[in-house]
C-alpha cells in the first residue's frame, strides 16, 4: 500500500462546494483534477450539472468533462477505464490526482479497483424496456433479480434499465463486485454541511443557474436531437425543465420539484457515503489542508 501511487479523494453532497476545495488544494499541493461526476461527463450539460467553467479551474487541468454525448449512455464501466487512464497521465507528469465528485459508485470504482460486468448495450431490448413505466422496470427487476433491487434507485430509469440488459443478457442475476487489489495510497476527504446549510446552498445555486440560462441549456439540448424522455432521465434539473417546457408542469412547480429531488439526492449521497469509514469528514480548508500536508 506505501508503496502505490497516492489518490486524493474528495467528496460531497451535491452543492457542498467540492469543486471549489479542490482548485485550493490542487493549486497549492500541485494537482489535478479528475472529476468523478455522472452528469458532468457529458457535452452540452454544463449550467445543470453545474460544470467547473475556465475561470473557475484557475489553471488546474481537469479531467474527465465533456468527454461524453448525452445522445448515448455512458456506462461506469467506461467511467473507470478513462478515469484510471487521466489518473496515470497526472501521476506520469509528476503531479497528484485529485478525484472529485459526488457520484459514489464512480469513486467506489477508482478506490475499491471495482470490476463492471463488461455487457455490451442491446439497443433492440433497451427500446423494448424504454416502453415500460419505471415502476414496471423495478417490478421486472424483482422478479429476476432481488438482491439488486435493494440496492438500486427505483425512480432512475437508466439504471434500471441497464440492471436489466445485464440479467436478461447474461440469463443469470448480477454477480458481486469483484474488487482487485488496492492500486492507490488512499487520502479520502469528505466536505461536510449541516442539512439547514445545504438546504439554503441548493436554492442559492439553482436561483443561479435560472440567471445563467439552465431552461436555455434544455432546449438547446432538445434542439440538437434529445429526446424529452431522454432528458427526463438525466433526473433532477433536466427532468423537470424538460416537463416545464411540454408543459405538464409550471414554471413554480419546476422550481419547487428541482429543490425538493436536490435535497432528496443530497440525502441518498450522504447515506452512501456514511457506510465508507475511510472518509475524514472537514467542514473548511486549514482541516483539509492539515490532512493533505500530514498525507503527503
Known amino acids: 500500500m506505501a508503496n502505490n501511487p497516492k489518490l486524493i479523494v474528495i467528496l460531497g453532497q451535491t452543492a457542498s462546494g467540492k469543486s471549489d476545495l479542490a482548485v485550493k488544494l490542487a493549486k497549492k499541493f500541485k494537482g489535478e483534477v479528475v472529476s468523478a461526476d455522472s452528469r458532468q461527463v457529458y457535452k ?124 436478461m443478457k447474461t440469463k443469470k442475476p448480477i454477480p458481486p463486485l469483484k474488487k482487485l487489489p488496492p492500486q492507490f495510497n488512499l487520502l479520502i476527504i469528505g466536505v461536510k454541511k449541516s442539512p439547514s446549510e445545504l438546504k439554503k446552498l441548493i436554492k442559492q445555486r439553482l436561483i443561479k443557474r435560472l440567471k445563467q440560462g439552465m431552461v436555455a441549456e434544455v432546449k438547446k439540448l432538445k434542439k440538437a436531437g434529445l429526446s424529452w424522455q431522454r432528458l427526463e432521465e438525466f433526473g433532477l434539473e433536466y427532468r423537470y425543465i424538460a416537463k416545464y417546457l411540454q408543459e405538464k408542469i409550471t414554471y413554480k412547480e419546476m422550481i419547487e420539484k428541482i429543490q425538493k429531488k436536490d435535497e432528496h439526492y443530497a440525502r441518498r449521497q450522504i447515506t452512501w457515503f456514511k457506510r465508507d469509514k475511510r472518509i475524514h469528514w472537514i467542514t473548511n480548508h486549514n482541516q483539509a489542508q492539515k490532512l493533505l500536508k500530514h498525507f503527503l
Do not use: C
Open 44 to 167: 452540452g450539460m454544463d449550467i445543470g450539472t453545474g460544470k467547473i467553467t475556465k475561470k473557475e479551474m484557475m489553471g488546474i487541468p481537469h479531467h474527465l468533462l465533456s468527454v461524453a454525448s448525452p445522445k448515448r449512455r455512458f456506462t461506469v464501466a467506461q467511467y473507470r477505464k478513462l478515469a484510471l487512464k487521466s489518473i496515470k497521465k497526472v501521476i506520469k507528469n509528476k503531479k497528484i490526482p485529485f478525484l472529485v465528485g459526488g457520484t459514489g459508485f464512480y469513486i467506489q470504482s477508482i478506490v475499491d479497483g471495482i470490476i463492471i460486468p463488461e455487457v455490451k448495450p442491446d439497443w433492440s431490448l433497451r427500446a423494448k424496456l424504454e416502453k415500460k413505466k419505471t415502476k414496471d422496470l423495478f417490478n421486472l427487476l424483482k422478479k429476476l433479480d432481488l438482491k439488486r433491487v435493494k440496492s438500486i434507485d427505483k425512480n432512475n430509469r437508466r439504471r434500471l434499465i441497464r440492471a436489466l440488459e445485464i440479467v
